[in-house]
């Protein structure tokens, strides 16, 4: 099992940034096939992935939030971040950061963005 902590999010205007950091409780970047990512939920909607980066460094995008949010990841730490620019009221959502390991999914307790006018 791994534990999954998240911290960074808060409320902004629209256009401003923040940064999301998630740290998981053991090295996830050893293993080809694991990931750690950043996923998003509203009330009455499904969890959506926002952002996802691979063991072998492939990101992966959600279209709404292409150019404008970027992924990185700090080995050492076991850390991935979220840097969000250019925010608009649509990415208000709860932020969850999920580790997956050997194909098992680990979820944070979720952070909340609120981005207003």
């Known amino acids: 099992q791994v534990q999954v902590v998240e911290s960074g999010g808060g409320s902004v205007q629209a256009g401003g940034s923040l940064r999301l950091s998630c740290t998981a409780s053991?090295?996830?970047?050893?293993?080809?096939?694991?990931?750690m990512g950043w996923y998003r939920q509203t009330p009455g909607k499904q969890r959506v992935l926002v952002a996802e980066?691979?063991?072998?460094?492939?990101?992966n995008y959600a279209d709404s939030v292409k150019g404008r949010f970027t992924i990185s990841r700090d080995n050492a730490q076991n850390r991935v971040y979220l840097q969000m620019n250019s925010l608009k009221p649509e990415d208000t959502a709860v932020y969850y950061c999920?580790?997956?390991?050997?194909?098992?999914?680990?979820w944070g307790q979720g952070t909340q963005v609120t981005v207003s006018l």
């Open positions: 999920n580790a997956r390991f050997v194909g098992v999914s680990n």
């Open positions: 053991r090295t996830i970047f050893s293993i080809n096939g694991n990931a």
């Open positions: 980066i691979t063991t072998r460094g492939n990101t």
